[in-house]
């Protein structure tokens, strides 16, 4: 009898084990390609069908993609400490931009930057978007999605309203907050390996 009583408990310690992998969202997009694959056909797909960038459903793609690390500083990382990340994602930032980069994103297949800006365009903020990208999914004046080598580029300008519905840093009713984002716009530059 304690022998069936513990193939049993095996067993379903072995289920419970094997459901969480295959359930648990960020781990199993690290164990199974197909799954990530997925993920970026979904994303892509949507951004072509509707010609926008959601913000909602870009936070959850790249929240889901691929595990990482998170650096956020609501008053704005120092130059030195962005500047090596903008250079890993290959972008040039218009002279007299002065972004107030206050979220960086590392994961061995995604990388991201986010910034609090006064300019309403892309062209007015980045230099040169690739302009020899494979395949272009959109490109207007405050999006912009291309696949380039092995990587898909992702930047977009949205209004700051915007960026509260995507994600909880800064808030309207902080004075402080406030202060920092009012009339501003957030700026988001991505670079997604497709490998």
Do not use: C
């Amino acid at each position: 009898m304690n022998i069936m009583r513990y193939k049993f408990e095996f067993i379903l310690i072995t289920l419970v084990l094997i459901l969480f992998v295959i359930l648990q969202p960020k781990l199993s997009v690290y164990l199974f390609y197909p799954k990530r694959t997925t993920m970026l056909n979904g994303f892509t797909k949507d951004i072509k069908t509707t010609q926008k960038i959601d913000a909602k459903k870009f936070w959850q793609f790249r929240e889901f993609y691929y595990p990482g690390y998170i650096k956020i500083d609501k008053s704005g990382f120092k130059y030195p400490k962005y500047l090596q990340q903008l250079k890993t994602l290959g972008v040039k930032m218009v002279d007299n931009t002065a972004p107030r980069v206050f979220l960086i994103y590392n994961s061995d297949k995604l990388s991201s930057v986010e910034a609090i800006v006064e300019k309403d365009q892309l062209k007015d903020l980045v230099i040169d978007l690739k302009s020899s990208s494979e395949s272009t999914l959109i490109d207007n004046k405050t999006e912009y999605v291309a696949k380039f080598h092995d990587k898909i580029y992702v930047y977009f300008v949205k209004p700051v309203p915007e960026m509260l519905t995507a994600n909880g840093y800064y808030d309207y009713k902080n004075p402080h907050d406030r202060v920092i984002i009012e009339g501003k716009y957030w700026l988001n530059i991505s670079a997604i390996n497709i490998n």
